[in-house]
């Protein structure tokens, strides 16, 4: 290899490969040389497969059977950083390198050469016929706002016939043209004004800004409550970030929200970003992969694994409501994406912003040793702080049976319909009504592959199971007894929810948010929207509404049951109730002249958890939990993993659990401790029996060398699967 990173033919070349082999391949550099970094296409016994040339071959190998690599690819090499970045990033989370390989390169068609294609786009024309394929076209085509459609694209988001397409190109309602595959997003103008700023918004635009002039790794925390302005503050980061020439990276927790930041970040700079999620379509995918490797995107705004795209020069990443647990990927590669991305930015320069209402406990306590900036939007922009929050105790309430909305609680809504405003009933929990029990033996529906109740759905007509997803009819006897017509069911979710609303408000306009009512995230998107225009008097939702939806009509809030979250005997139970009961709260009364109202119902108003979140006192909330869990180490204040085998074969699974706690030499060693096996929570999900290990260790343990040497006395039976969740959020 040449001094700047050039490999000539021949030479032997280390290249990783996305095949689940335990190390880098030799290959010889093909017939005109290759970079370090570069995508290419090796030979693999058979087969032609996708890689990274990774450094200099490792040579331990017959040099006269090391094969030629095919073909180097027509995109930019893969940068130092992003190699170093995975390789952390595998050694942090105990991912083997292809898998992490895999995560940077999904995008479809990366080895195909770059050509031209037809797209089609609306053109002038009007339809000389309007028919109903032809009405679903162009309301495609407008939806997307302009975006250029391939032929199997559009005819299948429209639901139509290549020969609907063609017919409207005929009559030129439909424009056809050749384009080159991917073409760079248009330029954004960072020199647009912003909205006009308040006081505190300004101070903390102007630290970020600031920050990000050294052009140095930093990580802020952007504390605002919900409707402080917390958008515009970072968008001026991302500002100077593209003033600088560099690329900048949003991260939002929902694929539902990006609609509306995108129109945001339209009036901000004047075009639309780069998507990355799994809403957008393959072409899209592929395009915006490349432009994020060629500096034609300057900013993306994606879901967690965004966080491996090939940015050319990263300067910024945001995670906006960095608290959402669904940055925390529990499949195949188990990582956060929010601890990623500082040590994605760490390594290439670049600043990090967490914005959030209610911070994890993670990043408030990093801010509090100093690790991270702290900044604060205080009062609302424009408006009252909090809304006026009270509890309603439920333990003084004769509600009737299958009825869960209190009379104070109906009294508050009717008088909001009253006055043209807006009520926001929060439930987290979706279907119908988590257990169906049989009246005549008393046996509740479960799945068949899973330790789990089945949820009626009625909206569907079917029970679901939450775990697997597997779903079935609603049975006319019981399963168990064979009694007909007895089975009732249990508790309520926000469909039966509904049902009570409907009953008490007969007038009012529903509207039921939740995930599973939805068949797309645009048809989500375009009910948000008719919501906040004023389309309905009661919204009914799950935790979909707490995540930064905005309805300016929206003065009260209801939260039906705010102990739900605090059964569990989850390490965050307490932490995650604060923080969507607070988020949810802070729904009500965004406008300037009226001041929301939160209530709560609870069993339990004494609770610590519902007496900080009602107080606001959320600086206490936080030291009181900090505290707690410096007592005891744990997370931030102590590491945990934990290790989930499951397997078909019960008797295989706790064999090779408990062999695993008894030979803990190697955890003993750091003075780290193992726990169980026990049964998970959910100890059977589709058919597979399911054990959990707890390794708890003092903060600063190399835990990671301990947790290898551990697992690896071991052989993994072939049925058993063993997944290591580093730092884990969840514990089923
Ligand atoms: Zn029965
Ligand atoms: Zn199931």
Redesign the pocket.
């Known amino acids: 290899m040449t001094d700047n990173g050039w490999y000539a033919k021949g030479d032997l070349v280390a290249v990783l490969t996305t095949q689940p082999l335990d190390r880098c391949l030799d290959y010889a550099a093909p017939e005109g040389g290759c970079p370090e970094g570069a995508f290419v296409e090796v030979p693999l016994g058979p087969r032609k497969v996708l890689g990274v040339v990774w450094g200099p071959g490792a040579g331990d190998f017959d040099r006269a059977r090391v094969r030629s690599i095919d073909r180097v690819l027509d995109v930019p090499p893969m940068q130092a950083e992003l190699r170093e970045f995975l390789g952390r990033c595998a050694d942090y989370t105990l991912t083997p390198m292809a898998s992490m390989l895999r995560m940077a390169t999904r995008a479809p068609g990366l080895t195909d050469a770059p050509s031209m294609r037809w797209v089609y786009r609306r053109g002038e024309g009007k339809p000389e016929r309007m028919t109903d394929a032809r009405r679903r076209v162009l309301a495609t085509l407008e939806e997307y706002g302009g975006l250029a459609f391939t032929m199997s694209e559009l005819s299948a988001t429209a639901g139509v016939t290549n020969s609907v397409i063609k017919g409207l190109v005929k009559q030129g309602v439909v424009v056809e043209e050749a384009t080159p595959r991917d073409l760079p997003y248009p330029r954004l103008d960072h020199e647009r004004a912003g909205l006009p700023l308040s006081e505190a918004q300004a101070a903390a635009a102007a630290a970020l800004r600031a920050a990000g002039k050294r052009g140095a790794y930093g990580t802020t925390l952007l504390k605002g409550v919900t409707g402080s302005g917390k958008t515009e503050v970072y968008l001026e980061a991302v500002a100077e970030c593209l003033a600088a020439g560099r690329q900048a990276l949003v991260l939002l927790p929902e694929i539902a929200l990006t609609g509306e930041f995108l129109s945001r970040v339209e009036r901000r700079f004047g075009a639309r970003p780069a998507e990355w999620h799994s809403g957008v379509t393959m072409t899209e995918r592929r395009r915006c992969w490349k432009m994020i490797a060629e500096g034609g995107a300057e900013l993306v705004v994606g879901a967690r694994s965004a966080l491996f795209l090939p940015f050319r020069d990263l300067g910024l990443i945001v995670v906006d409501e960095e608290h959402d647990s669904s940055y925390k990927q529990e499949d195949i590669v188990f990582y956060n994406a929010r601890d990623m991305a500082v040590l994605r930015a760490s390594l290439c320069d670049a600043q990090v912003v967490l914005a959030s209402a209610t911070p994890s406990l993670e990043s408030w306590a990093n801010a509090e040793a100093g690790k991270y900036t702290r900044l604060e939007l205080g009062a609302r922009f424009g408006a009252a702080e909090m809304p006026d929050m009270r509890a309603i105790d439920l333990r003084g309430e004769k509600i009737p049976s299958g009825r869960w909305i209190s009379g104070e609680l109906q009294r508050a809504v009717e008088a909001r319909i009253a006055q043209g405003e807006q009520s926001l009933l929060f439930l987290n929990r979706r279907g119908y009504a988590p257990v169906t029990v049989?009246r005549?033996?008393?046996?509740q529906i479960g799945c068949d592959h899973c330790d789990a109740r089945m949820v009626e759905h009625r909206f569907q007509k079917r029970l679901v199971c939450h775990q697997c997803g597997e779903t079935k009819p609603m049975p006319e006897v019981?399963p168990?007894?064979?009694?007909e017509g007895?089975l009732a069911p249990v508790g309520p979710g926000v469909e039966r929810l509904a049902e009570e609303v409907v009953s008490l408000f007969p007038e009012a306009r529903v509207a039921v948010l939740s995930s599973d009512l939805f068949g797309s995230a645009r048809a989500l998107k375009e009910k948000i929207a008719e919501i906040a225009g004023g389309g309905a008097d009661i919204v009914i939702g799950t935790q979909l509404v707490a995540k930064g939806h905005n309805f300016p009509l929206l003065t009260l809030v209801g939260v039906i049951d705010a102990d739900l979250g605090l059964q569990g005997t989850d390490l965050r139970a307490a932490e995650r109730t604060f923080q969507l009961v607070r988020q949810v709260a802070g729904r009500a009364g965004r406008t300037a002249d009226r001041q929301g109202v939160a209530l709560l119902q609870s069993h339990q108003p004494d609770h610590p958890v519902i007496r900080a979140i009602l107080s606001g006192d959320e600086e206490g909330f936080w030291r009181a939990e900090a505290e707690q869990r410096r007592v005891v180490g744990m997370p931030p204040y102590g590491r945990l993993a934990g290790i989930i085998l499951s397997s078909p074969e019960i008797a295989e699974v706790f064999d090779f659990g408990t062999e695993l706690a008894r030979r803990d030499g190697p955890l003993r060693e750091v003075g780290a401790q193992v726990f169980g096996p026990a049964p998970a929570p959910i100890a059977r999900v589709r058919g597979r029996h399911r054990l959990r290990l707890l390794v708890k260790a003092a903060k600063g343990v190399a835990l990671q060398g301990a947790l290898t040497r551990w697992i690896a006395q071991l052989r993994v039976p072939n049925n058993l699967r063993l997944s290591v969740d580093i730092d884990p959020q969840s514990f089923w």
């Open positions: 049989c005549a033996c008393g046996h019981c168990k007894c064979e009694v007895r």
